[in-house]
């Protein structure tokens, strides 16, 4: 039987005191964590903006983006999407893939899209992203 699974994605801003060095140390936490709790996903910055896509048993899911939403280290907290969906993941190999965006727009246009377009398009992202597994 195929496990039920929810996904979620959201943007942020990363908040103006935060530490240059605090996007290694949430990629190191979360890949700590994620693996721990059967989440995947995937992290996407553009040295301001975050766009953050996790998928995994819903509470887990839900319990991490309220810790998330929660945490200093960034601001202007917004979910485009949650909901549950058919698997397959979108991101099975990756506990937390990480990616920089170098395109200026691609964020902000990212954060205009509701449901699942956002998903659609941080998707659509993939293969113009530096994705490190
Ligand atoms: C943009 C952003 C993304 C984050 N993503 C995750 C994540 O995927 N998994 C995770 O465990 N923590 C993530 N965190 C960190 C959490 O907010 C929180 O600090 C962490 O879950 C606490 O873990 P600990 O109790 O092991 O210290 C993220 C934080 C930020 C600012």
Known sequence: ????????????VIAPDAH???????IRTSRANNS??????????DGGRFCQYIEGAEDAVRRLSD?????PRH???IVLHAG???????FSDWSMGYALSHEEASL????LLRGLP??????GLIPVLDLEP
Request: aromatic letters at 10%; a negative charge; glycine letters at 10%.
């Open 75 to 77: 601001e202007q907290f």
């Open 118 to 123: 956002a998903v659609a398009g941080l998707q």
């Open 67 to 71: 810790a998330i939403c929660e945490d």
């Open 108 to 111: 902000p246009g990212l954060a």
């Open 1 to 12: 039987m195929n496990e039920p699974l929810y996904q979620l994605i959201y943007v942020s």
């Open 20 to 26: 240059p060095t605090c996007v290694a140390d949430i």
């Open 36 to 45: 721990l709790h059967g989440i995947t996903g995937l992290l996407v910055f």
């Open 84 to 90: 549950p969906f058919d698997g397959p993941r979108l």
